[in-house]
């Protein structure tokens, strides 16, 4: 038999991530057994389920494809383009991951809403007005959110053409279109779209402030209406296993494709280039110009609106404000702990499927069963913030552990083998090795799933009363009831603070101790 | 001397490569460890050291058998090629870390680790961090590790060799003064028969898939009957 030492003792210990999967598994897989148990079958799916189905999948399909389609030339335009500023575009598209969704939509509005600035020009020109209600709107939103994300995946693709195939290419005098970049298309662009594809699976938040009536409302947007105004648990969990078989079948077939990472980084490279004068430049101007106005002009507006604003903006919203940073700060805490607990368990199979279940596991999805769990016993509106905090580390795990388990990875190849021969193995391992070399992407990672539970309106929208209202619902009421001055007041302060709190994190990971 | 460390019917397998090797180290000796690139000297360490599996056979350290022990709780200290030193600790943290794992450590050992400190020319330099030490600094700092370990076995694997050539000299030579001092028995990876001449009795040769029982080193480096003489020839 063979014997090895080194592999018999773990050199930290495994309960903390036994633990770990144990809750993930609970909130996904749980939560689908209360939904799957509550459902109720008898007629099979309603016309109002299947309209709600092809509307999700569609606006999902309609979303990634134009996302892709633009994202194309705004990619190739920064990969063979060196100018001022590129960096910063680059960093600003990877903004969206920490930018709450009703912040922009409040953006989105002010731009192309009844009283935007479109369609103010369409009716001073005498043209018929646009409306950013219904599919057109929520592919919109989804546009500008995905838009970046695609950018710099696509990116990633083309920098990765070696250049010495550009030089080949040039002296040949190949087409650089269809020898290069078309092959690295075909590779690159399937896994992209099927990631947007599955984020706009599980958008609720866009729906819900642009969808809505029956033709464009997804399936958690129903899961919402039939929980919330009808209180009809059992259509709620019928719609809620449709958004699980959904989701976890984009999620298996993202899967078959290897979905692409944004490794964050080598993005200064710009090859050189031997095609792209003449029309070519037209083209990349109009691309990053484009780009441009799509993303930073929504974004200024919620910054000039949200100073006009900030006076009407009501007195209740610093309770609102204080409620959001507490679940933010609990949820990022405890998902980087999950994260880290995961990732010490070193490629076991059921810690590597707990950090991406979360994916297929919607968030609606998961606050329904939680909904139907709890309700027997206790008043789910009493649970709405930490069932909210809970969920939102949940969702925001699969992105932290990415962050952090090739970190891991990382530091055990260089350093793993000097701390075992000083035998420093668990707390001591993680005190003096693990946690002050990982503080850098633990930062990160906590901040980002920070920022995202601070601008997160899903299941707090399925939870909550008017006395537990974090600032995206604060915002959401305001917005309802016709005071888009206010809204658009608290929005600046959710973007601030959603900013700030990423920031925070980030900075101190990176801060020389 | 008795046999401090004893290697049994040792047998490693990586893929296709095999390691064999029945041999034993004299207590307070210092031996090479010599042979072809690729032909496992640090696979035979990292065997001693409980970071290789192995497939049968076993290590006694002075009648105890050692096999099972995890690598933190063997009787010995290593020092690998890079990464000995945790850059984000102090140097004096970095040397405290071979007395107690946990850096538990009360007044007499902080006093002992300036003596260390100042014992090896890195007199206030404990608050420092690795990265503001010279290369040599470091491999000094690593050193101190080890004299504060105070473990009866020592194995290099080449911890000078990014070291200039006088530099590599000066902190063999350094460690072998300070720890045969303490009687401590040491065994090295080394490419150069000039610094097994210096400082090894005795040299293993590893080639071939065996490493050989340890010959004294001149009989070890003769280049026309000994073991390396086709290794040795090589320009």
């Given at each position: 038999?063979?014997?090895?030492?080194?592999?018999?003792?773990?050199?930290?210990?495994?309960?903390?991530?036994?633990?770990?999967?144990?809750?993930?598994?609970?909130?996904?897989?749980?939560?689908?057994?209360?939904?799957?148990?509550?459902?109720?079958?008898?007629?099979?799916?309603?016309?109002?389920?299947?309209a709600a189905v092809r509307f999700t999948v569609l606006q999902a399909a309609a979303s990634a494809a134009l996302s892709i389609i633009a994202a194309i030339p705004v990619a190739r335009a920064l990969a063979r383009r060196r100018f001022r500023g590129r960096g910063v575009l680059i960093t600003l598209m990877g903004a969206p991951f920490i930018l709450p969704v009703i912040v922009a939509i409040i953006g989105l509005l002010a731009v192309f809403g009844r009283g935007g600035l479109?369609?103010?020009?369409?009716?001073?020109?005498?043209?018929?007005?646009?409306?950013?209600?219904?599919?057109?709107?929520?592919?919109?939103?989804?546009?500008?959110?995905?838009?970046?994300?695609?950018?710099?995946?696509?990116?990633?693709?083309?920098?990765?053409?070696?250049?010495?195939?550009?030089?080949?290419?040039?002296?040949?005098?190949?087409?650089?279109?269809?020898?290069?970049?078309?092959?690295?298309?075909?590779?690159?662009?399937?896994?992209?779209?099927?990631?947007?594809?599955?984020?706009?699976?599980?958008?609720?938040?866009?729906?819900?402030?642009?969808?809505?009536?029956?033709?464009?409302?997804?399936?958690?947007?129903?899961?919402?209406?039939?929980?919330?105004?009808?209180?009809?648990?059992?259509?709620?969990?019928?719609?809620?296993?449709?958004?699980?078989?959904?989701?976890?079948?984009?999620?298996?077939?993202?899967?078959?494709?290897?979905?692409?990472?944004?490794?964050?980084?080598?993005?200064?490279?710009?090859?050189?280039?031997?095609?792209?004068?003449?029309?070519?430049?037209?083209?990349?101007?109009?691309?990053?110009?484009?780009?441009?106005?799509?993303?930073?002009?929504?974004?200024?507006?919620?910054?000039?609106?949200?100073?006009?604003?900030?006076?009407?903006?009501?007195e209740d919203i610093w309770s609102a404000a204080l409620r959001s940073l507490a679940v933010a700060v609990v949820s990022a805490l405890l998902c980087s702990s999950l994260a880290l607990a995961l990732a010490l368990r070193r490629g076991g199979v059921l810690a590597g499927i707990s950090a991406v279940l979360p994916l297929a596991a919607s968030g609606l999805m998961m606050g329904t069963g939680l909904f139907i769990m709890v309700w027997p016993f206790v008043d789910p509106a009493k649970l709405a913030l930490p069932v909210t905090a809970m969920v939102n580390a949940a969702m925001a795990?699969?992105?932290?552990?990415?962050?952090?388990?090739?970190?891991?990875?990382?530091?055990?190849?260089?350093?793993?083998?000097?701390?075992?021969?000083?035998?420093?193995?668990?707390?001591?391992?993680?005190?003096?090795?693990?946690?002050?070399?990982?503080?850098?992407?633990?930062?990160?990672?906590?901040?980002?799933?920070?920022?995202?539970?601070?601008?997160?309106?899903?299941?707090?929208?399925?939870?909550?009363?008017?006395?537990?209202?974090?600032?995206?619902?604060?915002?959401?009421?305001?917005?309802?009831?016709?005071?888009?001055?206010?809204?658009?007041?608290?929005?600046?302060?959710?973007?601030?603070?959603?900013?700030?709190?990423?920031?925070?994190?980030?900075?101190?990971?990176?801060?020389?101790? | 001397?008795?046999?401090?460390?004893?290697?049994?019917?040792?047998?490693?397998?990586?893929?296709?490569?095999?390691?064999?090797?029945?041999?034993?180290?004299?207590?307070?000796?210092?031996?090479?460890?010599?042979?072809?690139?690729?032909?496992?000297?640090?696979?035979?360490?990292?065997?001693?050291?409980?970071?290789?599996?192995?497939?049968?056979?076993?290590?006694?350290?002075?009648?105890?058998?050692?096999?099972?022990?995890?690598?933190?709780?063997?009787?010995?200290?290593?020092?690998?090629?890079?990464?000995?030193?945790?850059?984000?600790?102090?140097?004096?943290?970095?040397?405290?870390?071979?007395?107690?794992?946990?850096?538990?450590?009360?007044?007499?050992?902080?006093?002992?680790?300036?003596?260390?400190?100042?014992?090896?020319?890195?007199?206030?330099?404990?608050?420092?961090?690795?990265?503001?030490?010279?290369?040599?600094?470091?491999?000094?700092?690593?050193?101190?590790?080890?004299?504060?370990?105070?473990?009866?076995?020592?194995?290099?694997?080449?911890?000078?060799?990014?070291?200039?050539?006088?530099?590599?000299?000066?902190?063999?030579?350094?460690?072998?003064?300070?720890?045969?001092?303490?009687?401590?028995?040491?065994?090295?990876?080394?490419?150069?028969?000039?610094?097994?001449?210096?400082?090894?009795?005795?040299?293993?040769?590893?080639?071939?898939?065996?490493?050989?029982?340890?010959?004294?080193?001149?009989?070890?480096?003769?280049?026309?009957?000994?073991?390396?003489?086709?290794?040795?020839?090589?320009?």
């Amino acid at each position: 038999m063979a014997s090895s030492p080194n592999a018999v003792t773990p050199s930290v210990p495994r309960w903390p991530g036994a633990i770990a999967a144990g809750l993930v598994l609970c909130l996904t897989l749980g939560t689908l057994a209360a939904v799957s148990f509550r459902a109720e079958w008898s007629g099979g799916l309603s016309a109002s389920d299947w309209a709600a189905v092809r509307f999700t999948v569609l606006q999902a399909a309609a979303s990634a494809a134009l996302s892709i389609i633009a994202a194309i030339p705004v990619a190739r335009a920064l990969a063979r383009r060196r100018f001022r500023g590129r960096g910063v575009l680059i960093t600003l598209m990877g903004a969206p991951f920490i930018l709450p969704v009703i912040v922009a939509i409040i953006g989105l509005l002010a731009v192309f809403g009844r009283g935007g600035l479109l369609n103010s020009a369409l009716s001073a020109l005498g043209l018929p007005l646009v409306s950013i209600y219904g599919f057109q709107g929520v592919v919109l939103a989804h546009v500008f959110f995905n838009l970046p994300l695609a950018v710099r995946l696509i990116l990633h693709g083309w920098l990765a053409i070696p250049a010495e195939q550009f030089r080949v290419a040039a002296s040949l005098n190949m087409p650089v279109g269809r020898y290069l970049e078309w092959p690295m298309l075909r590779a690159v662009v399937p896994g992209v779209a099927l990631a947007i594809f599955l984020i706009c699976l599980t958008s609720f938040a866009v729906a819900l402030t642009l969808g809505g009536g029956p033709k464009a409302t997804t399936v958690e947007l129903a899961i919402y209406q039939a929980l919330r105004f009808e209180f009809d648990m059992a259509t709620a969990a019928r719609l809620a296993m449709i958004q699980f078989v959904i989701c976890a079948t984009a999620a298996g077939l993202a899967w078959l494709v290897t979905l692409p990472q944004d490794a964050g980084a080598g993005f200064d490279r710009v090859v050189q280039r031997w095609d792209g004068a003449g029309l070519a430049l037209v083209w990349d101007v109009l691309a990053l110009a484009g780009a441009m106005v799509l993303l930073l002009l929504p974004l200024g507006m919620v910054v000039q609106r949200g100073i006009a604003g900030l006076t009407l903006i009501p007195e209740d919203i610093w309770s609102a404000a204080l409620r959001s940073l507490a679940v933010a700060v609990v949820s990022a805490l405890l998902c980087s702990s999950l994260a880290l607990a995961l990732a010490l368990r070193r490629g076991g199979v059921l810690a590597g499927i707990s950090a991406v279940l979360p994916l297929a596991a919607s968030g609606l999805m998961m606050g329904t069963g939680l909904f139907i769990m709890v309700w027997p016993f206790v008043d789910p509106a009493k649970l709405a913030l930490p069932v909210t905090a809970m969920v939102n580390a949940a969702m925001a795990l699969p992105f932290a552990y990415r962050a952090l388990a090739p970190a891991l990875e990382q530091i055990e190849a260089g350093f793993g083998r000097t701390a075992d021969s000083l035998g420093m193995t668990g707390a001591a391992r993680l005190r003096w090795l693990i946690l002050p070399r990982m503080r850098r992407p633990l930062g990160f990672a906590t901040g980002l799933a920070a920022a995202m539970s601070m601008g997160d309106l899903g299941v707090i929208a399925l939870f909550a009363r008017s006395d537990q209202e974090t600032l995206p619902l604060a915002m959401f009421q305001l917005m309802g009831a016709y005071q888009m001055e206010a809204a658009a007041g608290v929005a600046l302060i959710l973007l601030t603070l959603s900013v700030g709190l990423f920031w925070l994190f980030d900075r101190g990971g990176r801060a020389d101790a | 001397m008795p046999d401090a460390l004893q290697l049994e019917q040792l047998l490693i397998r990586q893929g296709s490569f095999t390691l064999a090797a029945d041999l034993a180290v004299q207590s307070g000796s210092v031996t090479a460890i010599m042979g072809p690139s690729g032909g496992g000297k640090s696979t035979l360490l990292g065997a001693v050291a409980g970071f290789v599996p192995l497939e049968r056979g076993r290590v006694f350290w002075y009648g105890d058998d050692i096999t099972q022990s995890p690598p933190g709780q063997r009787p010995l200290s290593i020092l690998f090629q890079d990464n000995n030193l945790f850059p984000h600790l102090t140097i004096a943290q970095n040397i405290g870390l071979g007395r107690s794992p946990r850096l538990k450590l009360g007044t007499p050992e902080w006093s002992e680790i300036d003596t260390i400190l100042e014992r090896l020319g890195l007199a206030g330099m404990g608050k420092r961090k690795p990265s503001e030490l010279s290369g040599g600094q470091q491999s000094r700092a690593a050193l101190g590790r080890v004299l504060m370990a105070r473990r009866p076995l020592v194995l290099l694997d080449e911890p000078f060799a990014a070291l200039g050539p006088g530099l590599k000299q000066e902190m063999l030579d350094l460690a072998i003064s300070s720890l045969s001092e303490a009687g401590q028995t040491l065994v090295m990876v080394t490419h150069d028969p000039d610094d097994a001449r210096r400082v090894a009795g005795n040299v293993i040769v590893v080639a071939e898939g065996k490493a050989h029982a340890p010959l004294p080193t001149g009989q070890a480096l003769d280049g026309a009957t000994g073991p390396l003489r086709g290794y040795l020839a090589q320009p």
